[in-house]
């Protein structure tokens, strides 16, 4: 493995763990020319994927760019960071489990909507800001009617929630 730093192959393992549920190995290893210590992760690939873009071009999929842009999405929220991983880990399985060696980006798109949308309703929003190209606040009220729909099929009739003037009419100090 080539340190990262100045480039030089003469690196060692220091410490070898599984991570991911068991699904990759993290490794601690340390640089003999520069002193250098980086970390870096084995995982199985079942097959190359191409990812199909809107424009037409075909790139290689990268985990670490799907990473990359849900920890955007989830910047400053309180989810876990194993959380975080498994969730990448388990969008990357369901693609390459999917058969296809080229995948449209609205797929995977779509899998990180999905996702979000069950860890955190926030990171939801904010990635579907992003993803589908939210032009104005209209978008944004589209989308909350989405996750206030499905946050109160979710609950039981009991404890759903009160409406939007409702509860402005509360917190105003109003009564019906």
Known sequence: MRCPYCGGENTQVKDSRPT???QAIRRRRNCEDC???FTTFERVQLREIVVLK??????PFDREKLSRSIEVALRKRPIQEERIERMVSGIVRQLESQGESEIQSSAI????????KGLDPVAYVRFASVYRDFRNAGDFHEVLGEIAQTIAKDLPRSETPPSAPAAADTASGRKH
Do not use: D, P, Q
């Not at 809107?54 to 790139?59: D, E, N, P």
């Not at 798109?109 to 979000?116: I, N, P, T």
């Open 54 to 59: 809107r424009s037409g071009r075909r790139v």
């Open 20 to 22: 991911e549920e068991n």
């Open 109 to 116: 798109g779509e899998l990180v909507m999905e996702a979000l």
């Open 35 to 37: 002193g250098g210590r």
